[in-house]
């Protein structure tokens, strides 16, 4: 393993987190705070790459899917979000069972292995709606992994249905559910979600319904919405609140930072987030999340090229082909809606990694002679 030099990483006061990464041990959240410190943005990645080669090598992972958002009607109104409208409002959409289905069906012949489907917490939506589509979808094509709905949107379902969550879960996974994303996390801090999204699901809230999907055997991931009124040591928190669960359970497949896109958003004031930020923050959450197997640079909000860089700052995974992605755009995200097979792994070869297709659960897949997504 290629190492950092000694001398300069004591000149920059991070040898003992330095010989803690060399030897496995878990960093406290003060390490965190001095990793985010570090004006020398390259040694902290450096770190994080050693981590991220121990475990992975050369490879750099990508899927075959396909995004649908099956409504954008949500009762929320998180300041952060641009996706989200009132029922009636200018942009607002909802898409029948049938129209949904449609979406996969029009794609039948790709060679897609993961459908993500999320969308926003309808007011009149029943539950049978969303058991319907998965079922569907199931019947339609049975080999595809179903990654839908996150912890916020089974929260309203069993609102709505005046049962709990678990059974929301169980009834989902009947339907033909495979994993919950990770969306709706955003930071766990009280604070920040007194201030940006008060009447969302309470961090809190959103671990226990993690938890209770892993214990019924439904792996999640998680994600973090980085960039606009957080604190550091608020998102170090939230890491270390993941790393909780994850020792609880090990149910998280993959760890997803989300840089906040400002524009078309309640919040006023704040600027995009830069390449070094983005960065630095994906490093160190490698760094933090020991015990969580992938970091994703989620190139719709990264941009395919600082993506491309983040492989070497503790990244090890650049999503997927990703078609109709519409809550990054719709708040200002400047990538494509879709990348080919051939350009992922034309992207990933180029950064110096071996492209390496996976399902959503990671396993590896055999390489593919078509080009055909």
Request: proline fraction near 3%; charge should be negative; glycine fraction near 8%.
């Amino acid at each position: 393993m290629e190492m950092l030099d000694l001398e300069w990483v004591r000149k920059i006061g991070l040898d003992d987190i330095y010989e803690k990464v060399r030897a496995g041990l878990r960093l406290s959240i003060e390490d965190g705070e001095r990793l985010f410190a570090c004006p020398d943005v390259v040694s902290v990645g450096a770190l994080a790459h050693q981590v991220r080669t121990r475990m992975h090598g050369r490879a750099a992972y990508y899927v075959v899917n396909q995004h649908i958002n099956y409504s954008n009607v949500c009762v929320n109104g998180c300041r952060f979000c641009a996706f989200s409208r009132r029922k009636g409002e200018p942009q607002a959409f909802q898409l029948t069972s049938s129209e949904v289905v449609d979406k996969v069906a029009a794609r039948r012949d790709d060679r897609i292995t993961e459908v993500h489907i999320v969308g926003g917490c309808h007011p009149e939506l029943p539950f049978g709606y969303y058991e319907e589509i998965l079922c569907r979808i199931k019947q339609l094509r049975p080999e595809v992994l179903i990654k839908a709905f996150t912890a916020v949107e089974i929260a309203h379902f069993a609102a709505r249905e005046g049962i709990s969550t678990r059974e929301v879960l169980m009834r989902l996974k009947s339907a033909g559910l495979d994993m919950l994303p990770g969306g709706g996390a955003e930071v766990f801090s009280p604070r920040i979600r007194g201030l940006l999204c008060p009447e969302k699901l309470s961090g809190q809230g959103w671990l226990e319904i993690n938890r209770e999907a892993h214990e019924l055997g439904i792996k999640t991931n998680a994600t973090m919405l980085y960039g606009h009124i957080e604190t550091e040591r608020e998102r170090l928190e939230h890491l270390a609140a993941l790393r909780r669960l994850q020792d609880e359970t090990a149910g998280f497949v993959c760890f997803i930072p989300l840089p906040f896109q400002p524009a078309n958003t309640g919040i006023e004031g704040v600027e995009a987030t830069t390449g070094v930020e983005d960065l630095k923050t994906i490093a160190v959450s490698r760094l933090m999340l020991d015990n969580f197997a992938h970091i994703k640079a989620y190139w719709v909000m990264l941009t395919v090229k600082t993506a491309q860089v983040a492989l070497h700052f503790g990244a090890d995974d650049f999503d997927g082909t990703v078609v109709e992605e519409k809550i990054g755009h719709m708040a200002g995200a400047e990538s494509e809606q879709a990348l080919t097979r051939a350009e992922i792994e034309r992207i990933i070869a180029e950064a110096g990694f071996e492209p390496v297709e996976r399902n959503s659960f990671f396993e590896r897949l055999a390489p593919q002679v078509d080009e055909a997504v």
